[in-house]
Structures are given as C-alpha cells and as structure tokens.
C-alpha cells in the first residue's frame, strides 16, 4: 500500500509539472485523458452547475462525456435532476457519485439519471467541486470499474483540479492581444443589463433566468474579460464593443 | 481604507495591544467556527508553538479594529508543514532562507466577501507578496483546505502542489508552494485597484528593503466595435 501511495503521489506531481509546461488546450486535455484511462475513467466533464433555465453548454468548460450521453443530459435537462451537481452546492470535498444522496422512494428522477447513466458505461465515479464566491462548478469523471481507493480518489483530486486551473489559464487571452468579441450571447446581454443598472436578481427576473444563473454568467463574463469586478467588466466590455447600450 | 500593519520582532512592542484580541479572534474562527478542537486552549486564546519571536504578522487594522491577519514563519524554523503535516509534502522538506510559511489567514465574517473598498482577503494575499518582494522572499509555503486552489488560481497566486491532498478532520488538506514575484504582486494590484504598496512598516526603518516596482493601471485598449 505504501508503494501505491508513493507511486501515485510522485504521479501526479509530475502529472500537474507537465501540464503546467504545455502550452495548449489540446495537450492539457489529450494528457488528462490518459492518465484517467490508466485509472479506469473513460468519460468526464468540467462544467459550471447550472440551474433551471440555465443551459450547461454555455457552462462547459471540457467535455469529455460520451457524445450521446451529453446530448441527451442536455435534451432531457437531467442536471436539474442528477443529484452528484445537487451534491456539489452541499459539499467542498470531493466525494464518489454513489455518496451523492437522494431518496429513491420520494426522487425516482434522480434514480432513473444514475441507472441511465449505466447505459454509457458510466457506472461509478468521483466528483470535485470547485467554489467561488459567486459561482459553483464541477469536475465529474465516470467509469465502469475505475480505481476509487483513497490514492487513486486524492491523486484525482489534485490532477483534476490543477487541469481545471490550466485550461482555464490557457482560455484567457495573451496580454496585448488583440481585442475580439469574447462573450457569448447570454453573457453579453446579462452585462448589457449589469451595465444598465440592473441587480443580479433583476436581471434573472428580465431574462427569466435564476440569480445564481445570472452571477455565473457574470462570473463567465469576468473571466474571460479578465476583469475583477461588474463594474470593470461593464466598462471593459463597452470600451471593446462587446455590447452597446 | 483598511490599513495592513508589518509586526515582527523588532516592532512588536508597538502593537501589544493587539495581540491579546488577535489570540481571541484565532479561538473564535479556529476552534469555536471551524472547529480545530486540537487547538482549544481553556483561556480561549489560540496560540500554538510556532507564534514564535520570529514569527512575522500582518495585521489588517481599520479605524483601530482588527479586521484579519495572516502569519508567515521562517522555514529555517519548526513550521506547521515540517512538524505537524509532514506526510502532505513529499517533494522534500523545505528549510530556506527565501520561504516563509504562512497559516492562520482570516478575515473576521463581518468584513469577508464585498464592501466598500477592495475585498479584505485580497489585501492580505496582495500585501503578503508585497512584503515578500520587499525581504527577498521568492515562496511561501501553505497546508491549506483544496477547495482554496481554485480561488488561488482565479486571483493569480501561483501554487505548485507538494503532495497530494489528504483528509484530515473531514477536510481535503494539501500543501502548496506559492511563487512570491513582482509579476504576481502587479497583477494583484491592478485587481485590487491598488497603485501604490499598501503595507504600513511602522518602527521598521532599520529593516532594509528592496525597491518595488511601479505599478500602473492599464486602460484596456479601445477597440473597433466588430460590425
């Protein structure tokens, strides 16, 4: 056992110097998914948590679900059921999707997206949550038979994690680089609303969204225009013409 | 304007007033909030075996009040990495001149998450850096709870994990090495709306200090609307 812990450890510390070196999207994610293979992971995703209403594809930040488990999670809104996201607003650990709690009795929806889930090969799996302030997201990775000891649980952690970190680092533009529309739709018009004076919760009401939906989108809005605050995001994106009042 | 007050050794006499609230805060956030039982003391005063003479304190102090805090021990010395968590760092022990480790950062829950002026927390991790870049410092050593590492990595702080997480008292628990540079300390401060050094070396001028650089706020460059 000790061998095992050793050996994982020195893994994923050389796992996260590697990634921390490589300088593209496409590296990061082809390393990320070997290394999982090895641990008997075949699928994952790292999303925003949405919310009624809330699409998570705009939320998504790697996608490496199955195809056509991904378009009917989407199709059928099953995150709003799915009870490991519920989980993730409950806990800062990680924890296995089979600790997700719910009552099979009174929330069959949530058993029926586990059993599904069965039918992709997703049988087992392990969820991270990341928590901001203003904002909740996930890293889930699903297998049938994946390592789940507390190694291969802590190893996953920290290499799942500082991915998350890079791919995010590796999506924000260069400094300096030139200016281009950078926000998505949603997000543009709940900054169109921020830059009209419009709370949060105001904002929800107008475009029939959740607060919590619209703070991520902010959230979104602010990583990607690499400012710290609505006020900043609000200026930076009029001054670049990302919106127009 | 919170101001955030260098106290160490050589000044420590200036701030004794301080300490005896400071010691009481720690029992509340550590042992009475967050439930640190192995810290309890029954004067209801945190202090533990590494507040030490060469312990280095920042005190965030507004209108007289202390507000939050953050102490940084020389790795030289026993730290909390070296003595009480050694299985989390397997990179091998840290004993620099040029790291510090830090521990017991907080804010009071009153003054944690938005106000007026900039956020509490993000003072303390810009004036850290400061204070590092002024000592010649290059890192900063952390056992911290893993759900931070996002957060570190949202605002900028630079972390090199040094073993992998483990569960300790029903959290996930790992040690970091922190980069302490002028790039990071810039990038802090152009966030926090910061343009000039903000730490207050009050009784500290025998202490030599390197030159920070200048820090401007960028106007974003204006561009074309896109038809």
Redesign the interface.
Known sequence: MHGT??Y???R??DF?DAI?ASKTTASVISQFEKVIHDLGFHAYIMAGIPTPGQSLASLTLANGWPAEWYALYIRENLHAVDPVPRHCLAT???FVWAEAPYDRERDPKAHHVMMRAHDFRLAQGYCI?????DAVGAISLAGERPYLD??TK??L??MS??T??RL??LARPAPGA????RLSEVEAEVVRWAARGKTAWETGQILGLSERNVRWHLEEAQ?KLRT??KTATV??AL???EI?L | MPEIHVVRKDNRHLYASYFDPYFRLRHEIYVKQRKWMALDRPDGREIDQFDTEEAVYLFCLDKGQLIGAMRAVPTLLPTLMSEIFPELNIRGPIHRPDVYELSRIFVIPERRGEHAGPRIEMLLLTAIMEYGISIGVTGFSIVLESWWLPRFERCGWKAHPLGLPRMIDGMSVLAVLVDCDEATWKSLCEQTGLLQPTLTWQGLDGISRQALPDVFLHLPPAAQPTQ
């Not at chain 1, 949550?129 to 302030?133: A, K, L, M, S």
């Open positions: 812990e050793a994982w450890g020195r994923a510390l996260v921390e800062l650990n990680p949550p990341i928590h901001y302030d507390a190694e802590s190893a952690h920290l994690v500082f998350h970190g995010r680092a030139p200016a281009r529309r990583r710290k605050n200026a930076l001054v670049n013409g127009m």
